[in-house]
């Protein structure tokens, strides 16, 4: 049996949304479907989808193709997942950094790091 990741027509006359689902190729659009997979509304300006990815990622991991829409609309989902992360990562650091109170080094530190970048440099050009 031949699974394709694809959209399933709901929605009235003139005013479609969409359901993505798991389906048989062999079944028609709108027929029977293996696992309704999230929603899209092209009608919508922004959040017009949601997607249950976990089991999108099981889907494609069995063999399961996507048509061309969910194609795209897999990515975008990756693509605001991995922007989320980066947010998360960045606030993070600026959590970390704000509770432990860096303080700019003193000029006793500063003299020491000179000299070992002095020495250092030294050491490159002797060799």
Do not use: H, Q
Not at 53 to 60: A, C, N, P
Not at 94 to 110: F, G, I, L, M, S
Request: aromatic letters at 6%; charged letters at 35%.
């Amino acid at each position: 049996m031949a699974v394709k990741i694809r959209l399933r027509r709901t929605g009235a006359k003139n005013a479609a949304s969409y359901r993505i689902v798991a389906a048989d190729t062999r079944s028609p659009r709108d027929g029977k479907f293996l696992e309704l997979l999230g929603w899209y509304d092209p009608k919508m300006k922004k959040d017009n989808f949601s997607l249950k990815m976990d089991r999108i990622e099981y889907w494609l991991g069995v063999g399961a193709a996507p048509s061309d829409t969910v194609k795209s609309l897999i990515k975008k989902s990756r693509i605001a997942a991995n922007s989320t992360d980066v947010a998360e990562k960045v606030e993070e650091i600026v959590a970390t950094v704000e509770a432990e109170e860096v303080a700019a080094p003193t000029a006793e530190e500063e003299v020491v790091v000179e000299e070992a970048v002095a020495e250092e440099t030294e050491e490159k050009v002797e060799a």
